[in-house]
């Protein structure tokens, strides 16, 4: 007989996002966080810059509010962009309050070291040193792990949603809960909940190259499409435009903080080539930055460009800059004398589900957090540090209108996963090659720069390949690796399908075919219905 979970609050995601909304619930309810993995690891654990709010005297929420608009090209929610950041100080404090250390200004201790990033008009980063997604995420596991109310679940990954719909043939749909796999027992269970909040973050995994550890497999945003929710702007895949590039180096993010520090972008001969792309130079937008590098790596036919802030003092960088400093070293790069070589890689997915300004999704009793909705902050392009703080601002948000909500268990009977019918696979070849495939079409098709012709051979290509895996899943019993590549062909479409409706260069979608925004017809949204909907 299957295992059965029931709670008040069910959240499938340990990340920030996660994290926030379980410490604001638990007093008040009985709250479930399943991690696929170890509690802490994800792309939270590994954000390196910051958080941006308005503290500067010389700094204001309305100039927060037009930079972000201004990187979002058109296409950001004035309004929520005005609630988050009027909500930005209030989550800082609250960090700090869960014992956060920020780093302080070295000449006014008492005040907190404030950086800039691209896109930004002022100094408003706060940090804790170069590691700060390690610094909040450690600092609130602890917390969780020692509320009696917060059960927590690693090396469980979501199957699917338990909808009203689905399982028990309802006109309506409503959210019940999740099938989950324990991958250590390798078995399915099932977690029965009036709400559940998916905050599984992103979706980098789905390319070749990317700054996102393994599992940001896009599990969420599948899962919320496949029960029927509204995916939008799946298309606006950041790229980062500095990652480590070295044959021994996994994922490891060189923070744009160096930028606003001061680093300069240089090619192998030591020529700069940003000021002939953006005013801004090194400091412009996200999405600029790394089609300027892909320009020039393509035009001149390297494998990398040069980022160089050996022009500051060595304790300046070493004191700022620890965890980069460290870990180049141990590749024999010593930043303070030498330039990084670095790549652009896949980073931040702005699209996702959509929610509004409580984390609602189109499905009653499920909410989306984090990276993994879409909210209407990043419109076209996320504007750096906007990340950690949406995630901090919407789990409050959501905290708020689950709380205020009428918390009742569920009383039908939830049929229990079905894997009868099904047998061991005999070998993983066929998953591992697909994943490979998948990855590399993608990076190759969709990514910085993209074309008709490269979108259509992709979609042509992710058809047979969902035809494979679809197979493939009906009849074999599920594993960790197959929930995952399922999950990523589904994302790898939804993004593909974006990206084709899409008839212009917005943001971070850029088609050689429609290089320039369409005159014809003002910004929009793409919207791609739920699966359950169609």
Not at 46 to 64: C, E, F, N, P, R
Request: glycine share 8%.
């Amino acid at each position: 007989m299957a295992t059965t979970h029931q709670f008040d609050l069910l959240i499938i995601g340990s990340g920030t996002a996660g994290l926030t909304l379980a410490l604001h619930m638990a007093d008040t309810a009985n709250v479930a966080v399943i991690s696929k993995s170890q509690l802490e690891e994800g792309a939270s654990l590994y954000a390196q810059g910051g958080i941006s709010v308005v503290l500067d005297k010389t700094d204001s929420l309305q100039s927060h509010i037009d930079d972000t608009i201004t990187a979002g090209d058109g296409l950001c929610d004035p309004e929520v962009v005005k609630y988050t950041v009027e909500h930005a100080r209030e989550a800082v404090e609250w960090l700090i309050e869960q014992g956060v250390s920020f780093t302080r200004d070295e000449d006014k201790h008492s005040h907190f070291h404030l950086t800039r990033e691209g896109g930004h008009s002022h100094r408003r980063i706060i940090h804790s040193a170069d590691a700060t997604g390690r610094a909040v995420e450690t600092t609130l596991l602890d917390k969780a792990k020692a509320h009696p109310n917060i059960h927590l679940f690693p090396y469980h990954i979501g199957i699917d949603l338990i909808t009203s719909r689905k399982q028990l043939g309802a006109q309506e749909n409503t959210c019940l809960g999740c099938y989950a796999l324990d991958i250590k027992a390798d078995k399915p269970i099932t977690f029965l909940a009036p709400v559940t909040v998916l905050a599984t973050g992103g979706a980098g995994k789905v390319y070749l190259y990317t700054s996102n550890p393994d599992v940001s497999t896009g599990d969420g945003i599948a899962m919320g499409w496949r029960a029927g929710c509204r995916i939008a702007n799946m298309e606006f895949i950041q790229f980062h435009p500095t990652c480590l590039y070295h044959p021994k180096a996994k994922s490891f993010l060189i923070s744009e903080s160096l930028r606003g520090e001061g680093a300069l972008l240089k090619l192998a001969d030591g020529t700069r080539f940003m000021p002939a792309f953006h005013e801004l130079a090194e400091l412009a937008p996200r999405d600029i930055v790394a089609r300027a590098i892909d320009h020039e790596m393509k035009r001149l036919g390297h494998d990398c460009v040069y980022l160089d802030i050996s022009h500051q003092p060595a304790g300046f960088i070493q004191s700022h800059f620890p965890t980069i400093y460290q870990r180049c070293l141990s590749f024999g790069i010593d930043i303070s004398q030498s330039p990084i070589p670095v790549v652009p890689a896949a980073h931040y997915t702005c699209g996702g589900i959509v929610t509004d300004v409580h984390g609602r999704t189109d499905i009653p009793g499920l909410y989306a957090i984090g990276e993994t909705a879409h909210t209407g902050l990043h419109g076209a392009n996320r504007m750096a540090s906007n990340s950690l703080l949406e995630c901090l601002v919407f789990a409050r948000a959501a905290a708020k209108d689950i709380q205020q909500s009428q918390i009742t268990r569920p009383i039908s009977a939830i049929p229990e996963w079905d894997d009868s019918r099904v047998f061991p696979a005999k070998e993983a070849v066929a998953i591992s090659h697909n994943w490979d495939e998948l990855r590399r079409f993608m990076w190759d098709y969709v990514g910085i720069v993209r074309s008709n012709e490269r979108l259509h051979k992709a979609r042509q290509r992710l058809s047979l390949l969902k035809q494979e895996i679809d197979e493939f899943y009906s009849r074999h019993h599920i594993s960790n690796d197959l929930l995952e590549l399922r999950n990523l062909a589904d994302v790898a479409e939804l993004i593909i399908r974006s990206a084709q409706t899409r008839h212009e260069s917005r943001g971070l979608h850029f088609n050689l075919d429609y290089p320039t925004l369409n005159p014809h017809q003002p910004p929009e949204n793409t919207l791609i219905a739920g699966q359950q909907a169609d």
